[in-house]
């Protein structure tokens, strides 16, 4: 029921998740009668869907508290439960951010040993040499916005919770672990940083590479990017507001004179290929790590394509058991210290 | 003698800006002979030129602290020292920006009232509404490196130079002032950024306009923005691999078939227009704001055209003198808290 448009994209984009991917289910959670008016509209019908009524909805501006109090039979909280009841595998939802963490967290509780959850997003990068490899490249990068003011062992939990997503969903048995700081010199970083890199050098389990900047993140060199909440945020809304600015002026050029827009029609294949490799739509779905259950947040202005591409994030995930893995290499770190 | 090229930037740079500037005259400062030899080479003189001798040189990689110690006769230390004793109103270097800095603190010193200096940067920035504005519009970022653990009274500190330094170089009276944070609601931030805001509301001489994320850097809603060294120094880099990663993407797009090539040819004029508004010749020189004088870093691989830029930057706000209006500025809120 949740993002921009509700069940006007999420119920176009679980046919698509379907047609995608042939070993799933889909439930979709909420006021049963605005979902079955969808459905009719869409005029599309399938075996693997169902329906499971929801009578509340979490607002996109509510606070978070409130709903986790107030709305217990939202959309939102009926879908973790469901996942926490093992009747769906996992959750995806275009909602309200805060609300849908505190409500997983509250429901499926945190993983033993872990203190906080974090947020995790799959940039594109690339390999400089070669520009096609951004259609494979992705970097991890986390925390995204949960955790704002976090400790040296924060960042050592978002660097363990990483590597075992990075190795579950993309197959790659070391994930390159980095740090995200102002410089690569070893005495750059603020306090918390400079600390985490003693932590995190001293884990055996993780393949710790060392510092990266703000502009590594795009050249491919780590498969996981550690950093505090803050400074994720920024840098991610710092891409956006840098591809957008220049995506406006790709535009203005190509259409500012009779001349140019006559260039922008044989430049069209070229410019075509860029958008499609730059396409948002193939990068949607930022997940909750260190719950006991798996929950992917899609774009809450995600597109039918978008929604769909988070459900298959979820899917793998879910299919990976991610949690299971993750709760197993904690696990594993607190008997070491303890032994 | 500083930066990748030395005094084959440096030398060709002087005359561009005398040419572009007819008020300036500028010293140069380094090694005598390699530097007539580069004066030599270029083929051309001037009565606004001079040499100071200066026998050393700061290595890119030197450690400040050892640079600071020992080499009182690096061209770096001269040229602030002639800062100092008012033989130059203004010092520009493309040299290590750490050796750069803590000699110039040394040497000039704080003004009184202030704690630490800070790195300040205009952004290209844009109305998106209106295209053509981004060869106009410009956003002061603050602190990008400096300083990278802050306390809220910091960030206040960065946003009265700021607001100090738009106000005298760009001509506005009241500088929009913001804070960088990682959302625009109240309880959005981090310890430092939420205690900064109520600083900054309370200070009656900023025009403080409250949060600002990552993508409003972009989007002209603020004149002076405000964040720790660490954030500031992640959005500047993330900005230049975005950026990186699209131009390459660009013009792989145009060159990876003979079709493609042959709407390059067409798309030209139209992709010259995007190269120049996007063109980082444009916005060369970092500001260090705080000190009793005018030092201005060049990027370390910024070209003759750029590297004349920051010399332009250095005589504004050398003519308008920003560090005496910082002076006087901190010196009224020193007053009003005591009174």
């Known amino acids: 029921m949740g993002g921009d448009f509700g069940c006007e994209v999420v119920v176009p984009a679980a046919f698509e998740a379907l047609s995608r991917c042939d070993d799933i289910q889909v439930v979709l959670v909420g006021d049963r009668s605005t979902i079955e008016a969808e459905l ?5 019908t399938s075996e693997r869907l169902s329906i499971h009524h929801a009578s509340e909805v979490v607002e996109m501006d509510e606070s978070p508290a409130l709903a986790l ?3 217990k039979d939202s959309s939102m909280r009926v879908s973790i439960n469901l996942v926490k009841e093992g009747q769906a595998q996992a959750c995806v939802s275009a909602g309200n951010t805060g609300a849908l963490m505190a409500t997983a967290r509250f429901v499926l509780k945190m993983i033993p040993g872990l203190d906080r959850p974090a947020i995790v997003y799959a940039l594109p990068t690339m390999n400089f040499s070669d520009p096609q490899s951004i259609l494979n490249e992705r970097v991890y990068m986390l925390d995204l916005g949960a955790n704002v003011d976090c400790t040296a062992e924060h960042l050592h939990e978002f660097a363990v919770m990483g590597s075992v997503l990075v ?7 070391q994930p390159r672990v980095a740090l995200l700081n102002n410089g690569s010199e070893e ?13 995190l050098a001293n884990n055996s389990m993780l393949n710790y590479t060392g510092y ?3 502009d590594d993140i795009y050249k491919a060199q780590a498969d996981v990017i550690v950093c505090d909440g803050f400074v994720g945020n920024v840098a991610l809304k710092v891409t956006e507001g840098v591809a957008k600015l220049i995506k406006i002026l790709i535009e203005d050029s190509f259409t500012s004179s009779v001349f140019r827009k006559l260039c922008a029609v044989t430049a069209m294949p070229a410019l075509q290929g860029l958008k499609h490799q730059l396409d948002m739509d193939r990068y949607n779905g930022a997940s909750f790590l260190g719950l006991k259950g798996t929950v992917v947040k899609s774009h809450g202005s995600a597109s039918v394509s978008a929604f769909a591409t988070a459900i298959e994030e979820a899917r793998l995930e879910a299919i990976e058991n991610v949690p299971n893995r993750i709760q197993q290499q904690v696990q594993a770190l607190l008997e070491k210290k303890e032994g």
């Open 40 to 44: 009719a509209r869409a005029g599309q």
């Open 167 to 173: 190795s579950a969903v993309r197959g790659i048995k």
């Open 212 to 214: 990266v900047e703000g």
């Open 187 to 199: 005495i750059k970083g603020n306090e918390q940083v400079k600390a985490a890199a003693q932590i």
């Open 69 to 71: 109090r107030g709305k």
